[in-house]
């Protein structure tokens, strides 16, 4: 077991909501021309707390491929943003004239993610989107889908564009001829994130001028893939009124950035989660899932740990079914007056769902974090990357 306490000092940016076609403000540009964020959150520097345990992994929330220039695949999942069947266009003019500045859209479509549905998300300048609920300082932390997550500044050039689409069955974010201060004379970057209606999600790079371990991520992180968390909300015994909370990342998948170049492509296939069964029967049968138990209160099927764990929590949903100690992990840590207890149960295997209405005296928690690391080659990549990784939990304290 690692424990870490890290100051974190995060990229800010300004978060604006998205505005109907034609009509979206065109914002205050500084002398420099750039445009001025707005509804920056602007907060002080916070303390991170990260719990880490390594185990194995196995592939838990999604399935990956990459596809090397070479590959018709590649090529086949770029979105040419000027054919017109794709559906509308839109190019974004706060962003694309804007540096540090994200907006938030809805989608048309219900896009599940980590086995949780999302209708909007947060597009960023930084090759970057998004999918928390809540709306933090803290974006470039967790809840993030990242075709190529940077320090891009679009208002560096007049060629550069964020631009999106929305036809009912994808949602595509360009990233186009976007560049990195200080490196301008490297050249310009375009890449793609397209999220498909059936939770499939792409990452396509169109031009990429440079070695991504050469761009540095002093000022800003870099990183390529997914991660979701959960948010835990605890009160001070100080000012019991005022709520702080904290943000679990449960999975991660890290993809290795020294695999791509131009012209390559990412291909990540979502698998059944607990999340998806509707009755207690399918919870505690199907053999698409495993881990999962079932809330007779909410109705819900789950293992515990996903984006609902508050409610999880809050309604005793881990009481409801005798577990056995069998393999279990304690860890409390005072982090500024916050006590954070978790713990890792082993569900009795003979469990039934008549077991979910009698109740037990028995109390616990579950957490179980996951991460994935796809550091393999193509080759590997194409059987859907090695079976291996870490599971790890991070707990950031933010006061909203």
């Known amino acids: 077991m690692f424990i870490y306490l890290i100051f974190q000092t995060d990229v800010v940016y300004g978060v ?20 001025i964020k707005k509804n920056t959150l602007l907060l002080k520097p916070l303390i991170f707390f990260l719990y880490s345990t390594w185990m194995k992994d196995s ?30 266009v839109r190019v974004h003019n706060i962003l694309s004239n804007s540096y540090q500045q994200a907006v938030r859209v809805a989608l048309s479509f219900d896009f599940p993610f980590y086995g949780d549905y999302l209708r909007q998300i947060v597009i960023a300048t930084g090759g970057f989107i998004f999918t928390g609920d809540v709306t933090h300082r803290m ?62 999600i792409t ?39 005022a709520a ?52 007779n209160v909410l109705q819900r099927c789950s293992d515990g740990v996903d984006r609902h764990r508050q409610e999880w929590l809050d309604y005793s949903c881990s009481e409801e079914v005798p577990l056995t100690q069998g393999r279990s992990a304690h860890f409390s840590v005072l982090l500024r007056e916050v006590m954070i207890c978790c713990a890792v149960y082993e569900q009795s295997k003979d469990a039934t769902c008549e077991d979910y209405y009698r109740g037990d005296d028995f109390t616990g928690s579950s957490v179980a974090p996951e991460a994935e690391d796809a550091t393999s080659g193509w080759e590997g990549w194409e059987r859907g990357g090695e079976d291996r990784g870490d599971k790890c939990s991070k707990g950031i304290p933010i006061k909203l």
């Open 139 to 200: 974006l470039t932390i967790t809840q993030y889908i990242a075709p190529l997550m940077a320090d891009f500044d679009p208002s560096l050039s007049k060629q550069s564009t964020v631009q999106y689409l929305d036809n009912g069955e994808v949602f595509v974010v360009q990233w186009e001829q976007v560049r990195l201060p200080g490196k301008e004379s490297k050249g310009a970057f375009t890449f793609q994130a397209a999220l498909h209606k059936t939770g499939r």
């Open 244 to 295: 702080q909370r904290t943000i679990y990342e449960y999975h991660r998948i890290e993809v290795d950035m020294k695999k791509i170049s131009s012209k390559s492509a990412i291909e990540l296939t979502p698998l059944p989660t607990c999340l998806q069964h509707d009755s207690c029967e399918l919870c505690l049968s199907s053999n698409l899932t495993s881990g999962c138990t079932w809330c």
């Open 59 to 88: 592939n838990k929330y999604y399935t990956w491929r990459g596809f090397g220039p070479k590959d018709w695949r590649a090529q086949d999942l770029w979105f040419d943003m000027t054919d017109v069947q794709h559906g509308q």
């Open 16 to 35: 604006a909501s998205e505005q109907p076609f034609g009509t979206e403000d065109k914002g205050q540009r500084s002398s420099s021309g750039r445009i």
């Open 203 to 241: 990452f396509s790079y169109q031009e990429i001028p440079l070695p991504l371990d050469a761009i540095g991520s002093a000022e800003h992180p870099v990183k390529v893939g997914l991660s979701d968390a959960f948010m835990i909300a605890s009160s001070s015994p100080r000012s019991p009124e």
